[in-house]
């Protein structure tokens, strides 16, 4: 069968992508949904991390939580890929990231005037730990993609420090996790509100504040919960009306 279909990256919404556990070729698509559509930049543990386009920075653990695999059956599974020449993986202390061979050839249409950057997708504004590697060497704000969008500044420029050390880090690893889903905070005051109300969920306490970011990033959530007792996978559900900043973000999916 030639040719090919565009699916929207909101198929990761719908009940049927939903039924777990994942397929192969689920998994495989799954891959090219969440591979970066254009470079960025985020930090893991105040560590800065370069992401690529056609990358993906997702841990094991992630993708067995993701797929409902087991930890051995996705490590075959990226490693079958690999052989294949699909992907590539580099593997680090700070985040293991895996590198879709041809990704341009998967968004490359060649019956319009698009180029590989250019997708019905890429029309969204990130947030300062999602700008691009060539933003930040440039130093300059981006301009609208589309004539009649809003004007508006591309790249909302936050004050972490203010916040302490360690606790920096951690919002701003919240930041770049709800970057990646294309959901931008609006304001520095939206920050602080995040700031203090993981605060009031971790009592102060910074190693506990992380477990609950790190808690609702492992669990692909979309806000902070308090910290359950059972592991990340352990079937917990968010709590309804007790997600923080609910409103306070701007969603662009």
């Known amino acids: 069968m030639a040719g090919w279909i565009k699916i929207s990256r909101d198929i990761v919404n719908h009940w049927l992508w939903q039924d777990k556990p994942f397929s192969r070729g689920q998994a495989w698509i799954d891959l090219l949904l969440m591979a970066a559509w254009k470079e ?13 386009r056609g990358d993906v920075c997702l841990s094991v653990r992630e993708m067995c939580e993701r797929w409902h695999w087991s930890n051995g059956k996705v490590i075959r599974f990226l490693n079958e890929l690999e052989t294949a020449q699909q992907i590539t993986q580099q593997k ?11 990704y341009d050839k998967y968004q490359m249409d060649n019956t319009t005037d698009e180029t590989p950057n250019q997708t019905a997708d890429d029309t969204t504004n990130d947030t300062t730990n999602g700008t691009t590697i060539e933003e930040l060497k440039n130093n300059k704000e981006v301009k609208p993609l589309k004539e009649n969008q809003e004007k508006k500044t591309s790249k909302m420029q936050f004050d972490l420090a203010k916040y302490g050390d360690g606790w920096d880090a951690l919002i701003g690893q919240w930041l770049a996790y709800k970057s990646s889903r294309r959901q931008s905070y609006k304001s520095q005051a939206s920050v602080d509100i995040l700031f203090k109300k993981l605060q009031t969920l971790s009592n102060g306490d910074l190693a506990k504040a992380r477990m609950i970011v ?3 990033i492992g669990n692909n959530w979309s806000g902070l919960f308090p910290l359950k007792d059972v592991g990340f996978g352990g079937g917990q559900t968010p709590v309804p009306g007790r997600e923080v900043l609910g409103s306070n973000f701007e969603n662009r999916d």
């Open 40 to 52: 960025r930049i985020f930090f893991v543990r105040g560590i800065r991390v370069e992401q690529h």
């Open 92 to 102: 680090s202390n700070v985040i293991n990231t895996i590198s879709i061979v041809n």
């Open 214 to 216: 790190e808690q609702s």
